[in-house]
């Protein structure tokens, strides 16, 4: 049978993890409701618009090569430089889904697994000795006879006309 003191402890510690799930979950949920009218203010949702059309912009295949110097890199290092760039851009913008139209977002979230997908296939299909310029060219060559090729634009032009219903 636990002595007295046994039973303090055991109490206490119950009491200890209930006011830390209490105090948690009441940030957390002041937390939401916060979020909630931050989401509902135009000016920070057309900020975010605005910030969507830029990362789009930035990680559109056409010109990422442009961006990124591929001279001196096999097409392999070209090929962590571009999806490195690519998954940087996104991770820095992230947060701006809270203030976009989900279908938005998942637009840009497509375009993003789109582009990697692109490269790391067009770098599958290269010979294991092949430079950087030799990727940057490929990956040039598929864009222009892919028919997904403006999939860019078209995400660019479904955000704006998100960003113009709040205006």
């Known amino acids: 049978m636990p002595d007295s003191n046994e039973i303090l402890i055991i109490l206490v510690t119950v009491l200890i993890v209930v006011g830390l799930y209490y105090f948690v979950y009441a940030k957390n949920k002041v937390v939401?409701?916060?979020?909630?009218?931050?989401?509902?203010?135009?000016s920070l949702q057309l900020q975010a618009?605005?910030?969507?059309?830029?990362?789009?912009?930035?990680?559109?295949?056409?010109?990422?090569?442009s961006r990124t110097p591929a001279?001196?890199?096999?097409?392999?290092?070209?090929?962590?430089?571009?999806t490195r760039n690519i998954r940087d851009e996104f991770d820095y913008n992230?947060?701006?889904?809270?203030?976009?139209?989900?279908?938005?977002?998942?637009?840009?979230?497509?375009?993003?697994?789109?582009?990697?997908?692109v490269i790391n296939q067009v770098a599958g299909n290269l010979p294991i000795h092949a430079s950087g310029l030799e990727l940057s060219?490929?990956?040039?060559?598929?864009t222009l006879t892919d028919s997904k090729s403006n999939l860019p634009e078209l995400v660019s032009e479904a955000l704006s006309f998100e960003a113009k219903k709040l205006m």
């Open 32 to 42: 939401v409701s916060d979020v909630s009218t931050i989401v509902k203010n135009p």
């Open 49 to 65: 618009y605005e910030r969507m059309i830029l990362l789009v912009d930035r990680i559109s295949l056409a010109n990422l090569i």
């Open 71 to 82: 001279n001196g890199l096999t097409a392999r290092e070209l090929q962590v430089v571009l």
């Open 94 to 117: 992230i947060t701006q889904q809270i203030y976009i139209h989900p279908e938005a977002w998942k637009a840009v979230r497509n375009l993003k697994e789109n582009n990697l997908l």
């Open 137 to 142: 060219r490929a990956v040039m060559e598929f």
